[in-house]
Structure formats: structure tokens, C-alpha cells
């Protein structure tokens, strides 16, 4: 029954070619400039959460099958208003970065540059959009994702064994090309995903299959023969490859798709629990926020009130600084000396007598002299501690 389910695990992966190697260097390149890379699509789709002013922006990166020889497609949703976004639906990033990307661009590079951009000038979120997240956007022109299923082949008959007539399962019809596919160079191709309700499902094997969350199921082992069909005859075994319904009968009682069954009521009873228990958090949560963007407002008004304060002490500074203070002194020393001047002056024109002009002279004159004294005081303690000496 090895036609039934995909090749063991022992035959081993496939060699990769130049462009796949390159495909996964930009993709470990990706991974590596950003942690918080949310993996949608195995080597097709990655998604990256931003928060800008209390709103959470997603950048959802999707890479064509000719990637990186083909430039990848970036989006953004909610949809926002940018000079970096196609203005027509809000979503297509339009930058030169992606238009012009090349097989010796770096893809990690490109995306943090984008960011960078996005935290320098804020995008602002579109009042209305289109309901779902976009997982993938395809635009005109790209070739279509292969579609992944069973792939149900002829029954494997030994060089000594001859089929019971009937016995082979009558070949599935083939499947109609789709409008994009190339049916000359290949089979033909699934359309591309819209949301992730249309995400393909990876074909199970023995391997382990791990989710988005990190958890591991391990798959029941399946054997290469089935005891079951040793005890049935000839007749039997013509009725089951004839008939779908007693196969698939067949099939449902196997223990390995009972197992597979009962797991997943487990994990639909486990996650429905975990919901219940996630919408009972929900108002403790909103507590939660509600506080934090409290607590934010506040942040931001004492960050006002420390700069403000800030200016003012740099303010007050200055006006104490030696420099300032000597420039003070030069000119208070100048106006000085200039009145004495002016009082010797009118002594000399008779305006005042000796004794006016001897007390006002020798004030003028030694206010003067204290001032240049101190002026030049300054000046070494400036040339010896520099603008602010230390405190004591």
C-alpha cells in the first residue's frame, strides 16, 4: 500500500542548486537581523510586527519561486499611507530597495532599512481596509506556488507478482491547468494563497511536523505493509480497489488514523479550553493596557518637564560660566573707566569743583582697577581649570 503514502523518510533530502542555496542565504540573512520574524509559509512567507504610536503594523514578506533571482514582494497591513507604499491600495511597498533587488542585495539589510525609514517618518494608518490579513500578496505576473497533497500513484507490484484483476486503483483524472500555469515546462500549478484559511497543508509523514507555535506533533509510525489485507481474498481485496467507500472504510479503522483522530479531539478540547481561559484574561488584560498608556502619558509629560528644566539649569550655566562672567567684567570695567573720563572731563571745563572731582575721580578710577583685577583673576582660572572649575 506504499502508493497511498509519500516516500519513507530513509531515501533522504534532495540535493540543493545554486539558486536554492541562494535562497537560503537570504532567508538565514532575514532571520538573523530580525528575532521577532514570525515564520507563516516555510521558505515563502515571514511577517514582522512594528509598533508606531500605540499601533501595531505588520510587514509580510513574501518570496517568489525564482527568489532571489526575482525580486521578493513586501506588504504592510493594516493599510497605511506612506511615500514608500503604493498610494492605490495602501499595502505594496514600492520602495527602490525592493524594486531594485538583485541576487547581491541583502535581504535582511533591506528589510531594517525599511523599518529604519518607517520609525523616521511614522506611516499613518487608512480609515477603512479590506477584512483578513493579506498573507500573501501576488501580483500580476507571478508564477503560482506548487500545491501540496497525497500523491496517489500506481500500487508497487513485485517482479513475481501479477495484480488480481481490479485489484489497481483506477487512475485519478488529471487535474485541470490553471490559467497561470506552464504546462510546457512542468506540471500544472496552484494559484497563489489569499489568506491563511487557503494555506496548504504540509503533507504529514513520520517526521515530526512543528506549528507556528512551537509545538511538535509527532505523527503515528506508518508501516510498509498492513497485516490486515494478508486475511482478506482476492475477491475482497477486487471490491476494495473498486469501490471508494470500502476503501476509505478500510482506512478510517486503521489504529494509526484512530490515534491521529483522537489527538486531534485532544487539541481541539485543549485550545478550546486555552480560549476560554485567554477571553477570561482579556479584561485583566485591557486593565493592563490601560494602564500602561497611563503610565506612557505620564512618561511623556515629565520627559516635557525634564527638558524644559534641563534648558533652563543649561541656561543658568552659562550665565555662571567664567567666560561670561569675565565678559561681564571687561565691560563693566570699561563703562567705569569711561565715566572717569568723563567726570576728569567736566573737571577741566569748570562744570565741577576739585573737591566733586576728587572723591567722584578716585571712585570711578578704583572701581575700575577692582574690576580689571578680577577680570584678569578669572582669566588665569580659566586658562588653569577651564570654563567650569570643579566643585568642592
Not at 197 to 206: I, Q, R, S
Request: proline share 11%.
Amino acid at each position: 500500500m506504499n502508493w497511498f503514502f509519500p516516500p519513507s523518510k530513509g531515501s533522504g533530502p534532495l540535493p540543493l542548486n545554486s539558486l536554492q542555496q541562494q535562497r537560503q542565504r537570504q532567508i538565514e540573512s532575514l532571520k538573523a537581523a530580525h528575532p521577532s520574524l514570525a515564520e507563516i509559509q516555510k521558505d515563502v512567507e515571514y511577517r514582522i510586527p512594528f509598533t508606531i504610536n500605540n499601533s501595531t503594523i505588520n510587514v509580510n514578506i513574501l518570496l517568489p519561486p525564482q527568489f532571489p533571482q526575482d525580486k521578493p514582494v513586501v506588504t504592510v497591513y493594516p493599510p497605511v499611507g506612506h511615500h514608500l507604499i503604493d498610494s492605490n491600495n495602501g499595502t505594496v511597498i514600492t520602495s527602490p530597495l525592493i524594486t531594485n533587488f538583485g541576487m547581491h542585495s541583502d535581504l535582511g539589510k533591506v528589510i531594517q532599512s525599511l523599518l529604519d525609514e518607517f520609525w523616521k517618518s511614522p506611516p499613518v494608518l487608512m480609515t477603512s481596509g479590506p477584512a483578513g490579513f493579506p498573507f500573501m500578496y501576488k501580483p500580476s505576473g507571478m508564477t503560482p506556488y506548487p500545491s501540496q497533497a497525497f500523491h496517489y500513484g500506481p500500487r508497487h507490484v513485485g517482479p513475481s507478482q501479477t495484480p488480481p484483476p481490479g485489484s489497481c486503483p483506477a487512475p485519478s483524472p488529471a487535474p485541470m491547468p490553471h490559467p497561470g500555469a506552464d504546462i510546457a515546462h512542468g506540471p500544472p500549478r496552484a494559484p497563489a494563497y489569499g489568506l491563511l484559511t487557503d494555506l496548504p497543508v504540509p503533507v504529514p509523514t513520520g517526521d515530526s511536523q512543528a506549528g507556528l507555535n512551537g509545538h511538535v506533533y509527532k505523527m503515528p509510525e506508518i508501516p510498509e505493509s498492513f497485516p490486515e489485507l494478508c486475511d482478506m481474498s482476492l475477491t475482497q481485496l477486487s471490491e476494495m480497489s473498486e469501490n471508494e467507500n470500502v476503501l476509505l472504510e478500510f482506512f478510517v479503522g486503521l489504529p494509526q488514523l484512530k490515534h491521529v483522530a483522537t489527538d486531534k479531539e485532544e487539541f481541539i478540547t485543549n485550545i478550546v479550553e486555552m480560549a476560554k481561559k485567554n477571553l477570561q484574561m482579556e479584561p485583566q488584560l485591557e486593565g493592563k493596557r490601560q494602564e500602561m498608556l497611563y503610565k506612557y502619558e505620564q512618561l511623556t509629560q515629565m520627559k516635557s518637564a525634564f527638558e524644559t528644566k534641563m534648558q533652563r539649569q543649561h541656561e543658568l550655566s552659562e550665565s555662571c560660566s567664567l567666560s561670561t562672567l569675565q565678559a561681564r567684567l571687561k565691560v563693566a570695567a570699561h563703562q567705569a573707566e569711561e565715566e572717569s573720563e568723563e567726570t576728569a572731563e567736566n573737571f577741566l571745563e569748570g562744570r565741577i569743583d576739585i573737591d566733586e572731582f576728587l572723591t567722584t575721580f578716585m571712585e570711578k578710577r578704583t572701581l575700575c582697577h577692582s574690576r580689571r583685577a578680577k577680570e584678569e583673576k578669572l582669566q588665569q582660572s580659566i586658562n588653569t581649570h577651564g570654563q567650569f572649575p570643579p566643585s568642592h
